[in-house]
Nanobody, 115 residues
Framework: QVQLVESGGGLVQTGGSLRLSCAASGFPVSTYHMSWYRQAPGKEREMVAR????????YYVDSVKGRFTISRDNAKKTVYLQMNSLKPEDTAVYYCNRFPPSDYWGQGTQVTVSS
């Protein structure tokens, strides 16, 4: 079955950086677009970045454009999210999933940015 295991979150100060990783399995990862999503307290889950099957195409929501970089290593079945210049409003639980998302969601990884 689909398995998605996110890691790399933590507590950082404003302006800091984190690199999230997502280990995917249970499906042919290289044949799916993949995305990172986040859910802040009291808010709906939103997609923040998307990457094409080969990694040649990416998309970012305006709020993270220029600060976040999504990448993937299909040989390792892993998707990454490099987050720089973090802001308190980036505080959320971050999840990865296929795009469009499957019904299965991993446990996510908590990112907390202190002001």
């Amino acid at each position: 079955q689909v398995q998605l295991v996110e890691s790399g979150g933590g507590l950082v100060q404003t302006g800091g950086s984190l690199r999230l990783s997502c280990a995917a399995s249970g499906f042919p990862v290289s044949t799916y677009h993949m995305s990172w999503y986040r859910q802040a307290p009291g808010k709906e889950r939103e997609m923040v970045a998307r990457i094409s099957m080969t990694g040649g195409g990416t998309y970012y929501v305006d709020s993270v454009k220029g600060r976040f970089t999504i990448s993937r290593d299909n040989a390792k079945k892993t998707v990454y999210l490099q987050m720089n210049s973090l802001k308190p409003e980036d505080t959320a639980v971050y999840y990865c999933n296929r795009f469009p998302p499957s019904d299965y969601w991993g446990q996510g990884t908590q990112v907390t940015v202190s002001s």
